[in-house]
């Protein structure tokens, strides 16, 4: 008998109406035959609210106490879905993290999972228990209730997963699953049956958030196979798992535009060593996240470097490097604001040459201009023009056949 | 350095504002130089709005699954209670009923505390910390979370106070205390300083509640001076405390008037041994409460039985009595909803005769038919037409001095 593991997020159980139907797909998946573990968020707006709460009483509230009044929305949650399933004829119990064995280190908002102990989980599991397990929350090893910060619900399932040597980890949510493009950029974008988890993390940090970065870290380091699906039908989702060959014979596997970005340009830098450590030392001094880095020596001894900043960053960024160049005796700086970066992903990237050239060659015949260029071993991004942006991400999309419908892989 | 156990209810939290007065409050006690723990309820309507969305899912929830979902509720009100006093400059640290080792059997939803472990709660008080403690619930050896039932709260509270050999146990309310009568009813009522154990528990269980009768003998069991207070204003509440030789000298504490009772009388009964016993076996097996109950025997070899039950179950007892007539071939049966009880109650009475006839004569000057007569030690209850229940309590308030400003005891 094989474990799934299956989360499901505040907007999949908002409100009464939701948690039912989600405790009749859980039961379905019980009469399989199969133990059924699920994880689930906060009602829909329910930690919003309580963070609410504390604004009134502070503007600071500790990380201890938020802890406290945060891991509630969850216990919620797990309660009245359990309810739901014994109306509709199962077994369910439902525990907190701290019940459930998910211990973690003592920081606060953000804790790490340091070790799940499944002794009653499993003891649940072995009396026919659908276990319903409170996302986002651990104790430490003192008994402090802490919570994981962000995409920690999706964090709880794929570590529980692991634990459980689950057959899959089902991430349940509101879109159908991973496509090669946001559909609102690319109308032809296509739904990926199957993407590895670099592919994923690649994609994730140039916007196409499906899932925390995290949770795949941890998929990808245990090898948890992850389904990404959509909670309101059962239409297959995307299965994220580790790089197959079969995988490699794509080239390209999505397509992603980030329009959040500014560029800062800081010319005729002396050309020394040191300058650029001490330049971004300072910008990280100030908290100020950096993307891209370009730097391109010029014919005086001088250098020009550019780099790319978020947009909701670019003020202090400014103020930073305003500063830094008087120090450093550079010549002006410069800001745009109006670019926008298009990135193609692809583990098949590394085996197939020509990938770049296809990219720029495609860009060109739209008489689509370069501003930078970044690559990793997967991925090749370019700023362009941001009136630009969109049209560079369709023509790249048909360019690297993706417009076409994915037969399963 | 005494230790002192606050408890707010939900009232008292029921808002931001609210809780910062209360943090208030606390920090002013603190500063006294006392160690403080404070137990809190459920803010305000928390605790029916989470009812409501398990009523939106089931009818029938689960004990287990409505303890996980309700203890929440104070789960909240000790997080945002310890930002608040942190906010004001205190150091504070909330703990859910099972971080602070309140073990409880296994009996959800009215569970009864076994055993409490202060290791962590000495540990925070040490760390000069105010401790706030989510009342109302507790854990089972095995970790599952339970709740305690009606008055839960200041049962926490209550059994804290006993744990930690506190000075004293403070229950905040919206009351200034206990009064010699409900001042609806006796406009002339006054407070009480000072009463015992034993009176207010016949207090309470004569439909006077302000705490409930759990959490006062618990406090009777160990001696735990408990003293209810208004928490919007710093005046002397109440004193419960054990009996002592000063109080004997007043031999009534205060009159009650219960007016949601109904009487039942059931004619010629044979008078056979075990009729009684069979008769209201019957009503027991049926749930019906019964409170007063009065037999004569009449002239002719039968007996009338007279007993008075609650209004809202008056149907359902009137049905299980006509079968009983019928098997008992019982005379015929007669019920009257226009009933009120009025009664007196004090410890001086045992030590004082003539008490009885003190309040008989009273009423009768005042033409006021007396129609059942019930005793305990320290109580006489006396029922009446109901038209006359509150001039009832009026009379006899006046009658044993009660009108008059009570100074300190």
Do not use: W
């Amino acid at each position: 008998m094989a474990v799934i593991v299956q989360k499901y997020g505040g907007t999949s159980v908002a409100n009464a109406a939701r948690i039912k139907y989600v405790a009749g797909r859980i039961l379905r998946e019980r009469k399989k035959g199969n133990d059924v573990v699920v994880v689930v968020s906060a009602m829909g707006d329910m930690t919003d609210d309580l963070i609410t709460l504390a604004e009134q009483i502070t503007k600071r509230p500790s990380d201890r106490e938020l802890d406290m009044l945060l891991s509630t929305g969850e216990q919620v949650s797990v309660a009245l879905l359990a309810m739901a399933i014994q109306e509709q004829g199962g077994k369910a119990l439902s525990f907190t993290g701290a019940q459930i064995g998910i211990v973690t280190d003592p920081s606060h908002t953000k804790a790490r999972i340091l070790d799940i102990d499944t002794t009653r989980l499993r003891q649940a599991l072995r009396e026919k228990n659908v276990v319903v397990v409170a996302g986002f929350q651990g104790k430490t090893r003192t008994g402090e209730i802490t919570t994981l910060g962000r995409g920690g619900s999706d964090l709880t399932a794929v570590a529980l997963a692991k634990a459980l040597k689950a057959r899959c980890c089902e991430i349940y949510t509101d879109v159908d699953g991973v496509y090669t493009a946001d559909p609102r950029v690319v109308p032809a974008a296509q739904k990926i049956n199957t993407i590895s988890y670099d592919e994923i993390l690649e994609m994730a940090s140039l916007g196409a958030k499906v899932m925390h970065n995290r949770s795949i870290e941890v998929g990808k380091k245990f090898n948890v196979p992850i389904y990404v699906r959509n909670s309101r039908h059962f239409k297959e989702g995307t299965l994220i798992t580790k790089e197959t060959k079969a995988m490699e014979e794509v080239t390209v596997r999505g397509v992603a535009l980030t329009e959040d970005e500014a560029k800062i340009t800081f010319f005729r830098v002396p050309d020394r060593p040191g300058i650029a450590a001490r330049l971004f030392k300072t910008l990280a001094d100030a908290k100020v996240n950096i993307d891209m880095i370009i730097q391109n020596k010029t014919e005086t001894n001088t250098t020009d470097i550019s780099f790319t900043v978020y947009k909701n960053e670019l003020q202090k960024a400014l103020d930073v490097v305003r500063r830094a160049a008087k120090e450093l005796k550079a010549g002006h700086i410069d800001c745009d604001e109006n670019i926008a970066k298009v990135s193609i992903v692809g583990v098949g990237m590394r085996s197939h040459s020509g990938i770049a050239s296809k990219m720029f060659g495609a860009l060109a015949r739209k008489k689509i201009n370069i501003d930078m260029i970044s690559t990793s071993e997967i991925k090749i991004s370019c700023v362009v023009d941001g009136k630009k942006g969109r049209l560079a991400a369709q023509t790249i999309h048909k360019e690297f056949g993706l417009d076409k419908k994915i037969t399963r892989e």
